[in-house]
């Protein structure tokens, strides 16, 4: 993997910019997270007792991303890839055939679609998808969630970096 270019967002963009910068803003922060690391070290859990991982936490956005931009926005039918009902944290639970390279290209691929899907939408367009509760959502909300999530997300990565080799940093 190549070390990942993270571009600050606007300080004066439109709203859809806004957002969009500071979503990509935090993509990119978890693949920093990420970047330089060799299988073994994306794969440790190093803050006992939690099984989060960087490699987890990848396949985990993957779900995240499939979640709201294909199930919830577009209304589509997408089985997970990486949890099943017997096993709703299936994401962190590695296994010896699970890979970075298969976690990364899958996650660029999902955050490629949906950039795709998004720019069909305008921020107060409602989701095709209904929440648990039969709402829908609007982009605005989707996007203003995705950002709480990776930045939630990060918190975590950058304390399992540290551990993994002291690296520190936004």
Known sequence: MTTPERKEPSLTADERTMLEGWLDYHRATLALKCAGLDEQQLRAATVPPSELSLLGLVRHLVEVERGWFREVLAGEETPPLYFSEEDPDG?????????????????QREIAYAREVAAGYALDDLSKGLSRRGEHFSLRWIYTHMIEEYARHNGHADLI???IDGVTGE
């Open 91 to 107: 994401e962190f639970h590695l296994t010896d055939a699970d890979t970075w390279d298969e976690a990364y290209s899958t996650w």
């Open 161 to 163: 970096r540290e551990r």
